[in-house]
């Protein structure tokens, strides 16, 4: 919902303010996936402004759907709305076209800007390129998101114990 139909107030920053918060990520089918690294992100303080999913044709509608969540997560924990970047792509195996999207996402951040790479949805091989184009291109942070039990598949990130799940920086690990 719109901060300004809930009352609440929010900053509105300058047209031309760069982004500062990038969040990269792989499309899925499973809308936890996509979802919950980010509200988790947020939770940790990474609230982001800008939102990049590398999509197919056959995940259109849940992309929709995790946008929308992606958007209130942001607005309820920062006041801040993101811009949500979709990166198509014609082929969900098109390796090529994965890679060249990731990167054009972080070559293109402004150079203050503190970009995140999100592994956690997508398929293996989406994650493993993801995962090299972070590292390769100097991203800030590529996160997977852990589930330690599988009772929690399919849950949003509030409704999941603390204990069985965790954001992890695989920067800060290596």
């Known amino acids: ?4 139909a809930t009352g609440r107030s929010f900053r ?16 899925s089918t499973t809308l936890e996936a996509m979802v919950n690294p980010v509200i988790a ?3 940790r303080g990474f609230v982001p402004d800008r939102i990049a999913i590398v999509t197919n044709p056959s995940v259109t509608a ?24 979709r990166h198509p792509l014609e082929a969900e195996t098109d390796f090529t076209a994965i890679a060249a999207a990731h990167r054009r996402i972080l070559t293109d951040a402004p150079p203050d800007a503190t970009v995140a ?16 184009a972070g590292f390769r291109h100097a991203a800030d942070h590529v996160y997977y998101l852990l ?18 799940v965790a954001l992890i920086d695989l920067l800060e690990a290596a």
Do not use: Q
């Open 41 to 43: 992100a947020c939770d």
């Open 117 to 132: 790479v999100d592994i956690t949805p997508g398929r293996k091989y989406m994650g493993a390129i993801a995962f090299a």
């Open 62 to 85: 849940t992309v929709d759907r995790a946008a929308a969540i992606m958007t209130a997560a942001c607005v309820a924990y920062d006041d801040t709305e993101p811009t949500i970047d």
């Open 12 to 27: 509105v920053p300058p047209i031309d303010a760069p982004y500062m918060h990038i969040w990269a990520t792989n499309a």
């Open 1 to 4: 919902m719109c901060p300004l």
């Open 147 to 164: 589930l330690r039990s599988e009772a929690h598949y399919g849950k949003l990130y509030p409704e999941i114990p603390r204990p069985a």
